[in-house]
């Protein structure tokens, strides 16, 4: 695997050629034959990544994850986590004398007399933001292009956990400043415990020391922000990273890619310097954020006051979907046998997002149970090839939103002049019209989208050169597209032959549940041209630029502004 | 090897790989120019970064932090300088790696063979027998009687685990169920803790109120210090117990039980939530509409608090109210029915049902 470096800048060459004893050498040396690292380093010190710029969206989660580490370390050591009450005698004076907690007091201090403080504080509440989204792009990224399948099925499912526990983190983190926005979040939260049926009292009681809001849930909140859910997330990261080397990249189909093989940089230096030169940027662009773009100005709120509530109350955005949920469901409350059970609270804050989490960890096993797929796959899909997958994601993300949406109701409703009542009313609806109307038209549109493949296969690109013919017809000149670009399209199964065995007829005759599905998933799919048709179609073009037609004449002079058409392209 | 030990996704190319397009050579590899500007790009870059740690250093140590602190478009001078400069010193290091990468090192693109995820047949049997020895060399599927002890002594010492959870908070009991209000109990402004009199209220009229015993008196005179309540306890029985008041035109008032528990067209209403326990905020005046701004259940004050819009499920819980001695007003018992949000075992009934009980109850 060595490379032609004859051409290459001469100051990175040198190392080629450094062979004789030094101190690194000794130092390395040393270090072999204490952990045998040599071993480890031929496998994978050239290993190759495939590079693409959608598979930065995970680099970004890893490195805004970094970031929250440095920053989160630097705020607990001013950060108090007790909600014992004190004075405020810091500088902030619209707040001096007033009683609070000790942790709002703190996250105060922070903000007005260490300094950097406001910073660290900025950078690490925009980091949680930036890891969160980055997550939920990069999941989206890796279920459109297939990459979820056979054999990276359980860092499908590592990667969820991953989202899950990254959205606890997130709360246990904006709930800790104990200021009057966190404290009305912990006071829903606690709302959402006691909707539990049966123990959600008593987890209540055991998680808050008691009744609400007591002494012991910003400590508590605390630990588990600081050490349980940051240890659990080291570990699914590394066994994140771990498979990811295992299983080696996916990458996009073309010239010399294949299923098996990866073709691009090898991580020593190139993709080494690139994906470390990426955390220094992410590093930059959140301490750049913390400069200049304020996030949750605790001292505008003021303490926590049970008595108190800002209007306009949100959570952060990413618990904006339940928080919609919950605001838009009917207030169903069933009471029998003395109970109270909240299903207005139950159903939206607890079941759905549970529910939703369980369906999206178990997407993969879903699809390849229905496509019967069983094959290993590394070779990327392009969306518009699975459209009954990309519809379902669509479906979902129309889903999400318009949850999300319901989470700011009451701010739409001000900044557009609207009714509070219609919109929720028209999103209740919506929530359940809207991912069926979106599956439909994505599944639809992908399937125009293969059409125009095969189209352009056959029949080459269009030049928007408009030809007159002698008889005054007009029609436009098609050049085929590139050879790379060919096979790039071309590589993909064809229909469901790459699934698995149909169950077959049931004894009434009837196709089980799987088959019906599996015809589903795969309706209306426009398979790749056959190598006849796409003969034929060369050979009519073959035709019709020899000239046996009547406007032969027009089409070769066609031809030749097309020509220049096609340098104006550069490669195709 | 087997079929089951090769990559076995087949895509089934309709057309002939072209094979790996050809390297061509960036100006840097061939133009010796512009390699070396292509060095001093990356040296320059890394230079910034460093003087952006200076001036990280420099404004650290001259800019004042917070309140007293210089401004910068009406931001801190402090947090801007620090957060650019911070950024500046990763961002140039950062580019500047990725710019070397780009412009500087080997660019050709090579290929790695795959290998299925799964090990070889002979990996897979030998790891078996490897595995079946030492369960037999254990004796572990012979003797049953100590595979079975062991699985419980391991199983049952998640018990100390789940035992020494029980220490994190007290058993709910009754506590729900009740407030600090009770029996001519005067009614009081929230924050500032003065009586009220009916006259003080004019129709339309909010008040944000607490029971007395917050502010550490009765009837103005300073509770004995055993009495009074502090701390975390304060904050529990604040959440608890915060009320509103509303001055309506009597006419206006639709439910009896709610004309019964008012005083002059005054009702009292608790303040905290029905659905998760925000408290209520928002007034609508000419409606008696009490919206929540959580997640805008909106309750009807002049019928017994019940829902007309939004998530919540039932209805507000009625303080009754009455006029002391003095002319202020007072609770007539405590909240007859929990407050706040709902939990498991509490029994929901009609207002009308709740205020036949309490005046049992109560004999008023």
């Given amino acids: 695997m060595s490379v032609d470096t004859s051409k290459v800048a001469t100051s990175n060459t040198s190392a080629a050629t450094a062979n004789k004893p030094t101190k690194v050498g000794a130092a390395a040396e040393w270090a072999d034959e204490r952990l045998g690292l040599a071993a480890m380093g031929k496998k994978n010190l050239r290993k190759i990544f495939p590079d693409h710029w959608s598979f930065m969206l995970g680099e970004i989660a890893l490195w805004s994850f970094v970031v929250l580490l440095v920053t989160g370390v630097f705020l607990t050591l001013w950060f108090r986590p007790s909600m014992a009450e004190v004075t405020y005698q810091g500088s902030y004076p619209n707040l001096r004398g007033i009683s609070m907690s000790e942790a709002y007091s703190s996250a105060l201090n922070i903000s007005f007399d260490v300094r950097g403080g406001l910073l660290l504080r900025q950078m690490h509440h925009w980091a949680a933001m930036l890891f969160i989204s980055a997550m939920m792009i990069h999941m989206l990224r890796v279920f459109f292009t297939g990459a979820h399948r056979k054999p990276r099925e359980l860092n499908w499912v590592i990667g969820s956990l991953l989202l899950l526990l990254g959205t606890l983190e997130g709360f246990t983190g904006y709930s800790l400043p104990d200021d009057l926005l966190s404290g009305t979040g912990v006071r829903a939260a606690d709302g959402f415990i006691q909707a539990i049926p049966i123990v959600g009292t008593y987890i209540g009681f055991f998680l808050f020391g008691g009744e609400f809001p007591g002494d012991a849930i910003i400590p508590r909140l605390y630990t588990i922000h600081v050490l349980l859910i940051p240890g659990i997330l080291l570990g699914l990261v590394a066994a994140h990273m771990l498979l990811l080397v295992y299983h080696k990249h996916t990458q996009w189909a073309g010239p010399g890619r294949k299923e098996t093989n990866v073709v691009g940089y090898p991580m020593l230096p190139v993709y080494a310097a690139k994906a470390g030169g990426f955390f220094f940027i992410t590093f930059g662009v959140t301490a750049v954020m913390g400069a200049i773009l304020s996030i949750n100005p605790v001292w505008k709120f003021g303490p926590y006051d049970p008595t108190k509530v800002t209007a306009g109350s949100q959570p952060d955005w990413y618990m904006g979907w339940p928080d919609g949920a919950l605001r838009i469901m009917p207030g169903w409350e069933s009471h029998f046998w003395g109970s109270t059970w909240s299903w207005n609270i139950f159903i939206p804050v607890i079941l759905m997002p549970m529910v939703s989490w369980m369906v999206v960890t178990s997407f993969p096993f879903l699809e390849s149970w229905i496509t019967g797929d069983k094959r290993e796959h590394h070779l990327l899909q392009r969306p518009r090839n699975a459209p009954t997958r990309t519809g379902v994601m669509v479906a979902a993300m129309v889903w999400y939103a318009m949850f999300w949406l319901a989470g700011g109701n009451d701010i739409i409703a001000i900044k557009l002049h609207m009714s509070i009542n219609q919109i929720t009313y028209f999103l209740r609806a919506a929530v359940f019209l809207g991912p069926v109307i979106a599956f439909f038209i994505t599944r639809r549109w992908c399937i125009a989208l293969q059409r125009h493949d095969n189209e352009v296969l056959l029949h080459g690109y269009e030049t928007g050169v408009i030809m007159r013919s002698a008889v005054g017809g007009y029609s436009e000149i098609h050049l085929p597209i590139s050879e790379e670009k060919a096979y790039a399209i071309t590589v993909r199964d064809r229909g469901p032959e790459g699934a698995g065995e149909a169950d077959g007829p049931k004894a009434n005759g009837k196709l089980t549940l799987r088959d019906k599905l599996r015809t589903l998933y795969y309706e209306d799919d426009v398979e790749k041209p056959t190598v006849e048709e796409i003969e034929a179609a060369h050979a009519h073009a073959a035709h019709a630029v020899e000239g046996g037609h009547d406007d032969a004449h027009a089409i070769e002079g066609g031809h030749d502004d097309a020509r220049a058409i096609e340098g104006g392209h550069g490669e195709h | ?364």
């Fill in chain 2, 1 to 364: 090897m087997s079929d089951s030990h090769e990559i076995q996704a087949h895509t089934d190319a309709l057309l002939p790989d072209p094979g790996h397009p050809e390297h061509h050579w960036r100006p840097t590899d061939v133009d010796p120019k512009a390699e070396r500007r292509a060095e001093r790009q990356v040296a320059t870059l890394f230079g910034l970064s460093v003087v952006c740690t200076i001036l990280f250093v420099v404004s650290y140590v001259t800019l004042q932090t917070g309140i007293g602190g210089q401004e910068f478009i009406g931001l801190g001078a402090s947090n801007v300088a620090l957060g650019l400069t911070l950024g500046g010193a990763f961002l140039f290091i950062g580019i500047g790696v990725i710019q070397w990468a780009r412009k500087l090192m080997a660019d050709v693109e090579l290929v790695e063979e795959r290998h299925p995820a799964s090990s070889s047949l002979e990996d897979r049997s030998a790891t078996v027998a490897a595995l079946q020895a030492g369960l037999e060399e254990s004796g572990i599927a012979r003797r049953p009687l100590i595979r079975n002890t062991l699985v419980l002594s391991v199983g049952v010492l998640v018990a100390p685990a789940v035992v020494m959870l029980r220490d994190l908070g007290p058993l709910p009991g009754d506590k729900l169920r009740h407030t600090v209000w009770a029996k001519n109990m005067r009614v009081v402004r929230d924050v500032v803790g003065t009586p009220i009199r009916p006259a003080d209220l004019e129709i339309g009229d909010l008040v944000n109120a607490e029971p007395e015993i917050i502010f550490g008196t009765d009837k103005g005179q300073p509770l004995p210090s055993g009495e009074v309540i502090e701390g975390s306890d304060l904050q529990v029985q604040k959440a608890k117990s915060a009320t509103v008041l509303l001055r309506m035109d009597p006419d206006d008032i639709v439910s009896d039980v709610t004309r019964n528990w008012s005083v002059n067209g005054i009702v009292a209403y608790s303040k905290i939530c029905t659905h998760v326990g925000c408290p209520i905020s928002l007034n609508e005046r000419t409606t008696h509409h009490l919206l929540c701004p959580c997640h805008q259940s909106t309750f009807d004050l002049a019928d017994s608090g019940k829902v007309i819009f939004g998530p919540a499920g039932r209805h507000l819980p009625q303080l009754p109210l009455g006029i002391d001695d003095e002319g202020f007003l007072v609770a007539l018992s405590d909240y007859p029915e929990p407050v706040g949000p709902s939990f498991w075992e509490r029994e929901t009934k009609s207002p009308q049902a709740i205020y036949d009980e309490w005046s049992k109850e109560t004999g008023q």
